[in-house]
């Protein structure tokens, strides 16, 4: 790996001395496309403007971060700007350490491999691109340049963020295309799921086995001898400021939130608003609404401190919190939305 590591770190050092000058337009590509948007941004909207592909989004992207974080345990990829400093082949050889930059979004403090940002990115816009073509079957027949042009400005995307996550030396090269590769993997796999036939039991049953998953990797690594958080100490040890270290960059806050989501998302798909209102005939105009108010709720979540005293509520209110925002985007909203327009159509 430390030849693999070396020459990623080369395109890394040739990428930020070229590129030097456009900092904020790449760390503003890797800010917007971060995961935690796809929960609250991708989610609300396309789940408010088309009820089926929003719930096949949801699940894709729950599947996505649990896959992710799974993979960032066992795999136990490096990390650029800690690798540098810690890698036997500079250390004591005589060579000298990469000049490598970091700017405030690069202390991450998980495992690099794969990337999150390029998993997550390539599973929600490959079932926004495909449901797109799905949904709009017989004008894309008629011109198939509306399908290239789609997939090639899917693949673009995909490659800035990339691009953008090297740039920043949070992930090596390899770990955003192997984490492009697993979401383009998991979308297509999820594609046909038919997730009208889940209870409540079975999604509490996808929560606590998502949950018993990560716990049993967890314990696994431990018996062996690896530290799964031994991230957090590199990340403390070579990040240059340490305000830029969050703990919502953990592997475990990430699960918090996945299995909170797919916790809420069990009780929202299956409460008597959801069945209610969503078989009502929502306009262009509620729609609309309905996206508004659920990005702007999500949105409004990131002001939340939570309490750091003790890190089990800490996560325990991660976990809370993504299952109320789930449940509210899909049962709240639509109700609220379809209550106010009955009225005003009354007092019309």
């Not at 070396?6 to 395109?11: L, Y």
């Not at 449901?131 to 198939?144: C, G, M, Q, R, T």
């Not at 996206?291 to 709720?297: E, K, P, R």
Request: charged share 15%.
């Amino acid at each position: 790996m430390e030849t693999l590591y070396q020459a990623d770190v080369a395109i890394i050092e040739v990428l930020q001395s070229w590129f030097l000058q456009y900092e904020n337009v790449f760390i503003s590509i890797s800010n917007i496309f971060d995961p935690r948007y796809a929960f609250l941004l991708y989610s609300p909207i396309i789940f408010s403007m088309d009820w089926f592909i929003g719930r096949k989004l949801m699940w894709v992207i729950v599947a996505v971060e649990w896959i992710n974080h799974l993979l960032k345990w066992l795999l136990h990829g490096e990390r650029p700007y800690w690798w540098v400093h810690e890698a036997d082949v500079y250390n004591g050889k005589g060579i000298p350490v990469p000049n490598i930059y970091q700017f405030y979004l690069t202390c991450e403090t998980g495992p690099g491999c794969p990337s999150g940002h390029s998993q997550s990115t390539a599973a929600v816009w490959f079932v926004i691109c495909d449901s797109f073509l799905e949904k709009y079957h017989a004008i894309v027949e008629k011109d198939n340049r509306i399908s290239k042009l789609c997939w090639l400005l899917y693949f673009a995307l995909l490659t800035t963020i990339g691009t953008s996550r090297i740039f920043i030396a949070a992930h090596f090269p390899h770990q955003c295309l192997l984490g492009m590769f697993l979401g383009w993997q998991v979308a297509t796999r999820l594609r046909n799921i038919n997730q009208k036939s889940f209870g409540i039991l079975h999604y509490c049953a996808f929560t606590a086995g998502m949950l018993c998953s990560a716990f049993l990797v967890f314990e696994f690594l431990a018996v062996i001898g690896m530290d799964p958080m031994w991230t957090i100490d590199r990340a403390i040890k070579w990040c240059n400021n340490p305000d830029n270290i969050h703990l919502d960059t953990t592997p475990l806050y990430a699960m918090m939130r996945y299995c909170g989501f797919m916790f809420g998302m069990g009780f929202g798909f299956n409460s008597y608003s959801f069945a209610t209102y969503t078989k009502e005939t929502f306009s262009t105009q509620m729609r609309v609404v309905c996206a508004t108010l659920s990005v702007g709720g999500c949105l409004l979540s990131e002001t939340i401190v939570f309490s750091k005293e003790n890190m089990v509520f800490f996560y325990f209110q991660a976990f809370v919190l993504n299952a109320f925002l789930s449940y509210f985007m899909i049962a709240v909203i639509p109700q609220m939305v379809a209550l106010i327009w009955k009225s005003k159509e009354k007092a019309s």
